[in-house]
């Protein structure tokens, strides 16, 4: 449980620090660091069982349906960078409490701070996988913040989404890896992974798998083709760059591979992959740091390099390389990290980082100058120093490698030519900075910064003396646990001493020193012939260049399939659709074992006049009208149709929408073409009608391959309680009024919602109002029809009678509020018809917004009222309360309910029509145009 | 069931279909708007009538009464039927559809005779 | 029977659809209206057709349809008839600010009441 | 008799609404197909009618008189819509 916590006090302590910047600079330094503090202090506390060889794993359920879950590990491996993530952090945020101007928003600082450290926490206390990526994109997201941290900066910013673009990238390709790590041992968890490794390397999407996750790994990395973000990363402030860019985000893909070391390595693959990669990386790292003329590019391209340097312990694959990397993984951050900060330092101080304008800075900052000295010392590999112990196990590792045959000699060459550049830069670092003439073109004076920003580095670089010295003796215990959990085994014999006698790994040593230092001496040549043969080697250009393109290519994309055309969208839509359904029934067994009923003449009949009407429809929709004659006759059947298969509430709910909707369009029509154009092309006639054949035709094998199968029906309860339990016996009006009543509620307040929505829309619309029918005929002078008002009138009252019997049976026969409902708006709007809206309105002076409203109303109260009785809402009284008195008011209730319902849809389809039909009052005829 | 009843029961619903197609046939076979008017609004609706006959004695002798519905259906048709005739014939009127040689009226000329 | 059904609710869906697919605005809310049916009778018959009574208990021998898709269905169609409504209306609005009822938006250049 | 009836009055009814669709796609004006519409909505009341012999049951009444009703609301607001073109005014 308090593993959580760890996570949990920085990635909900983010929030406090832009809180406690209202307390001032300091305060809000103290809360992230009381944070980082105490969340270390938990740790410690767990270490010492970690040291006696336990793994402490806290599981708690997430999502186990897809296998994600909140389980958290901490072994030798985790309990390593935890505390450097804590321990460096720490020493950042005191770091820059100094460095940040007083203009920096600091409270964001450090809010994202303690947030990219929940991260990386969490990256490498995961126990689960998949919980382990959710933390790696995590890390993506809040390393893009922090590097875009001085967002005035248009380098800052591009730096940002170079960096997320390419290890947000990565991440996508290692979620695909790890659902076919998943997929491959049957669990996300890592404790069954690490225990598969035969069962991964023998399955045939072993190379699939690593290739995917390895492409996470590297881009988080910086490894060599995809390490040209770090370089750009820079743009950030100083101490980000430190803490991101030397000690944890980019060791999180190393990370990765010591944690998946047991289940992926191993294999020639794996060698000649990550190994290579390493290599690669390794050599170009080194190369480009020398050629660097701004003190972060440099440390940036060493970064690289050692990164690349760590990759190919990895990638060796022997117990040993293993232990190595973790050792060098420890050192590279201790001396990295203290070397950026005193880049910073010195940023700070003189105002630039160029390396051809500094110089002689030993005279003006003694202390920073000789804590540089050591930490490049240990970044050189010199002898005493932290460096030098990791970079003879890995000499001495390459000396072993297998995998080689015959070529077993480059490895070792290659190794030598790196740490000969790396020495070579590692003296230009310290001399181009604090000896020789200079600085040039400073504005200030430079002095020694402010006491505490330089104990961090002091803190760090004793740490690199200290192990470098006394290494048995201070980290042996850590990398021990560390190593033993990367291994997964029994761990190899291996010496921390400083002196192995004279062999060929100190051998290899003396020459890159002796190399390093003639290289740097000879480096104004070096310089001139670098500028000769890379004058265009700039991938920040090429990654512009391909995003733009990009953005280019998306943009016609874009243009392409949203060109603002709805038809064309209606198009694209049912054309997906239609892959989408024709594929999965594409040779699936359509008929099922039902057998067929007979068809009766009549029912032929019936879908005949069907069949027949709605092709009509279809073939004379341009002329308008007569489309909506056949279109009721479309709907007249299908009530029938209704009727014919034992549905008389649904036939009457049809029939009673069908005659509002005709009148609805007809509304319409009269402010609408009366013929449509002829605007479509052959073509596309032909391709819509295919489209329609093809959706028709799956709809049907769809409807039919349903049909012949058999009915499980999950009606039973409602047909069994129907009567006992809701009193009524129209069960589909009992379902709709009391077993799913909330649903009814809800639709309800939906039709109102479109009823007040068409209100609202039609307000203020003028509309120029046709003097002449669609063949310029001019309209009858008779407005309202003597014949009809009068018979009319007398009708009213009879069919509100007839929609009060359908409310009020509702319940027991076919009928019920929706119905009853329609049945009364539509006697209402014979009315309209027949006898005009002033008429109308005079006898019948219903506001329609507050009677729909007042439905909704009643509806809900009737639900409250259940509230009344101690039962949740809308819940059936009836059902609980055994009292034969109670049980008719159940009944009652069911009714005020259906009352409701009757109500909205009165008060909704008057509003509707009504105020449709009201827009001729208000529209001015307009001139006829032929 | 007494076969009596049985009986007249079959024969008004087959005076009854009958009738109804009798207007449908009209309204497909005669010449124009105004002749086939005849058709449906007379025959058809003396054809519906028909059914509900038998269908009232059906019912009635079967011990549920008189129904509520078939009166109303009766009543709603033979209220509205003529309405919806008279609606029609105007707005044929109106739109002064072309007639045959037969037919004469006020308003309603052979199409060339149209003013 | 089934195929019948079948080939009845198939025609409906192509018929809805092809209009779906025009220009202007009355034949896509045409078009739509004739899809909600081919829809509303497709959710009805996953309760079966076969000849059982309706869902009223006491009428009949006690095989009842099941009334499930019907209340559905009963919901769906008023629903529906309030989002025909409710793109009527937009049909209406954009016609009043476009002079156009092309679904498009584009002016129409026969002028409007052509 | 009625079990040779009603399949005879079925029968007949279904030729009347085949006779009502010929003319409402025919046409060839609308008032025809108007008045075909009207036809079609009444013969559905006598076609419900026979049903309701036919399957002894009264519980599909209600739909003949909604029909009764909507029939006539549909024609006279079609009919209106030819003489004025605005139904509701």
């Not at chain 1, 994109?137 to 989404?161: C, M, N, P, V």
Request: glycine share 10%; with cysteine.
């Amino acid at each position: 449980m308090t593993l959580s916590l760890i996570i949990f006090l920085p990635l909900l302590g983010a929030l406090l620090p832009p809180l406690f910047i209202r307390l001032g600079r300091t305060a809000c330094a103290w809360s992230a660091a009381l944070l980082a503090g105490t969340a270390l202090a938990i740790l410690l506390y767990h270490s010492p069982a970690v040291f006696a060889g336990e793994t402490l794993v806290f599981t708690q359920p997430w999502l186990p349906a897809l296998g994600l879950n909140f389980s958290l590990r901490l072994d030798g491996l985790g309990l390593l960078f935890a505390l450097l993530i804590l321990g460096i952090g720490l020493l950042i945020i005191l770091y820059a409490r100094y460095y940040l101007s007083e203009h920096d928003p600091m409270g964001r600082f450090y809010g994202m701070l303690l947030l990219f450290m929940a991260a990386m926490l969490g990256i490498v206390l995961s126990e689960n996988l998949l919980l382990l990526l959710v933390f790696w994109e995590l890390t993506s997201l809040s390393s893009f913040l922090l590097i875009g941290y001085w967002k005035h900066r248009s380098d800052a910013r591009q730096g940002a989404r170079m960096a997320l673009a390419i290890t947000g990238g990565g991440g996508l390709a290692m979620l695909a890896g790890i659902l076919l790590l998943g997929h491959i041992t049957g669990s996300y968890e890592l404790s069954v992974v690490l225990a598969s490794a035969e069962l991964i390397q023998a399955h045939a999407l072993y190379p699939v798998t690593l290739a995917l996750i390895l492409l996470g790994a590297f881009t988080k990395s910086a490894q060599f083709p995809f390490h040209f973000w770090l370089p750009h990363a820079m743009a950030a402030p100083t101490p980000v760059s430190a803490y991101l860019h030397s000690a944890t985000m980019v060791k999180a893909g190393v990370f990765l591979l010591a944690r998946l070391f047991p289940a992926l390595s191993g294999t020639e693959l794996w060698f000649f992959l990550v190994a290579g990669t390493g290599t690669a990386t390794l050599l170009l790292g080194a190369y480009h740091a020398l050629f660097k003329h701004d003190l972060k590019g440099l440390l940036a391209y060493s970064t690289v390099s050692h990164l690349g340097l760590i990759t190919l312990l990895f990638g060796i694959g022997t117990p040993l390389a293993a232990v190595a990397g973790v050792f060098h993984i420890i050192n590279h951050a201790t001396f990295k990290a203290s070397l950026f900060m005193a880049a910073g330092i010195i940023d700070h101080e003189t105002g630039t980082r160029d390396m051809r304008r500094l110089g002689g800075l030993w005279r003006f900052m003694p202390h920073t100058a000789t804590l540089a000295m050591v930490a490049a010392a240990s970044m050189a590999g010199v002898p005493l120093f932290n460096g030098f112990l990791s970079k003879e196990m890995f000499f001495a590792e390459t000396l072993h490698a297998g995998w080689m045959g015959e070529w077993s000699w480059l490895l070792p060459l290659l190794a030598t030519l790196a740490a000969l550049f790396s020495v070579a830069y590692s003296v230009r670092f310290i001399h181009d900075v604090f000896f020789g003439t200079g600085p040039r073109d400073i504005t200030r004076k430079p002095h020694e910064p402010p006491r505490y920003m330089k104990v961090p580095v002091e803190v760090l670089v004793a740490l690199c003396l200290l192990v470098g010295i006394l290494p048995a003796w201070t980290v042996a215990p850590l990398l021990a646990a560390a190593a033993a959990s990367t291994v997964g085994a029994e761990l190899p014999y291996y010496s921390l001493a400083i002196w192995h006698g004279f062999n060929l790994p100190l051998l290899m040593s003396l020459i890159a020193l002796a190399g390093g230092v003639i290289l740097y001496l000879l480096r104004f040549r070096l310089f001139a012939l670098h500028d000769r043969i890379f004058p265009l080697c700039d991938a920040k250009a090429w990654f512009e260049c391909g995003l733009a393109r990009t953005i280019a290519v998306s943009h016609q994309l874009t243009a392409w399939l949203e060109n603002g055309s709805l038809q064309r969208y209606a198009m694209l839509l049912v054309a997906s659709v239609l892959i989408v359904i024709g594929t999965s029934l594409w040779g699936t067994t359509l008929t099922g074992p039902v057998a067929m009923g007979t068809v009766d003449g009549v029912t032929l009949t019936g879908a005949l006049v069907l069949g027949v009407s709605a092709l009509a429809t279809v073939i004379w929709h341009r002329r308008r009208l007569a489309a909506l004659v056949l279109l009721s006759v479309v709907g007249l059947v299908v009530s029938v149709a209704f009727v014919r298969f034992s549905a008389p509430d649904l036939a009457l709910t049809q029939l009673s929408v069908e005659m509002v909707t005709i009148l609805l369009l007809m509304l319409a029509l009269y402010f609408l073409p009366q013929h449509s154009p002829a605007e479509s092309s052959t073509a596309r006639r032909w391709r819509d009608g295919l489209l329609a054949a093809g959706a028709g035709l799956s709809v049907a094998a769809l409807a039919w391959g349903v049909l012949t199968r058999p009915l499980e029906t999950i009606s039973g309860y409602f047909l069994e309680q129907s009567k006992p339990g809701g009193g009524g016996s129209n069960v589909v009006n009992v379902i709709l009024v009391d077993f799913r009543g909330f649903d009814t509620l809800g639709e309800i307040t939906v039709l109102a919602i479109a009823a007040f929505g068409i209100y609202a829309l039609l307000q203020g619309l003028r509309l120029p109002s046709p003097t002449t029918d669609g063949e310029g005929r001019p309209w009858a002078e008779d407005r309202h029809p003597l014949i009809l008002s009068a018979v009319s009138r007398p009708l009213l009252p009879l069919a509100l009678m007839v929609s009060l019997y359908i409310l009020l049976r509702g319940h027991n026969l076919p009928g019920g509020g929706f119905i009853a409902g329609l049945v009364t708006a539509v006697a209402l709007i014979l009315q309209y018809v027949a006898s005009g809206v002033v008429w109308t309105r005079e006898r019948l002076p219903f506001d329609y917004i507050k009677l729909t409203a007042s439905g909704v109303l009643v509806a809900t109260l009737t639900g409250v009222a259940s509230w009344w009785f101690a039962h949740p809402f809308l819940t059936s009284t009836f059902e609980y309360v055994q009292l034969p008195l109670l049980g008719k008011f159940e009944l009652a209730s069911a009714m005020v309910f259906d009352v409701g319902v009757y109500l909205t849809v009165v008060g909704s389809t008057l509003l509707i029509l009504a105020n449709l039909g009201k827009l001729t009052l208000v529209s001015q005829p307009h001139e006829e145009t032929k | 069931m007494e076969t009596i009843i049985e009986a007249l029961v079959a024969l008004f619903l087959l005076i009854g279909a009958a009738f109804a197609l009798v207007g449908s046939i009209g309204l497909a076979k005669l010449p124009d708007f105004f002749m086939r008017l005849h058709g449906p609004t007379k025959a058809t609706t003396l054809g519906v009538g028909g059914m509900i006959v038998g269908s009232v004695l059906y019912f009635s002798t079967r011990g549920e009464g008189l129904s509520l519905h078939e009166l109303l259906v009766t009543l709603f048709l033979f209220i509205t039927a003529p309405v919806s005739a008279h609606m029609l014939a105007k707005a044929a009127l109106h739109l002064r559809l072309r007639t045959v040689e037969r037919t004469r009226g006020e308003g309603a000329l052979p199409r060339g005779d149209a003013e | 029977m089934e195929l019948l059904v079948a080939i009845m609710i198939g025609l409906l869906t192509a018929c809805g659809i092809y209009l779906l697919l025009r220009a202007r605005t009355f034949p896509v809310i045409m078009g739509l209206t004739l899809l909600s049916y081919a829809v509303n009778l497709f959710l009805f018959v996953m309760g079966r057709i076969g000849e059982s009574q309706p869902a009223v208990i006491g009428v009949g021998d006690g095989q009842y349809t099941d009334p499930l898709p019907q209340a559905l269905v009963l919901t769906a169609i008023v629903i529906g008839f309030a989002m025909t409504a409710f793109v009527v209306t937009l049909a209406l609005r954009a016609r009043g600010e476009l002079h156009s009822d092309h679904v498009d938006g584009d002016a129409d250049p026969r002028g409007p009441g052509a | 008799m009625l079990a040779l009836a009603i399949p005879i009055a079925f029968a007949l009814m279904s030729l009347a609404l085949l006779l009502n669709l010929w003319r409402v796609v025919r046409g060839p004006d609308l008032p025809d197909r108007i008045l075909a519409l009207d036809t079609l909505y009444i013969n559905s009341i006598a076609l419900l009618v026979l049903f309701g012999i036919h399957l002894d049951t009264m519980i599909y009444f209600e739909v003949a008189l909604l029909i009764a009703m909507m029939g006539f609301v549909g024609t006279v607001a079609v009919a209106k819509y030819l003489l004025r073109g605005d139904i509701i005014e």
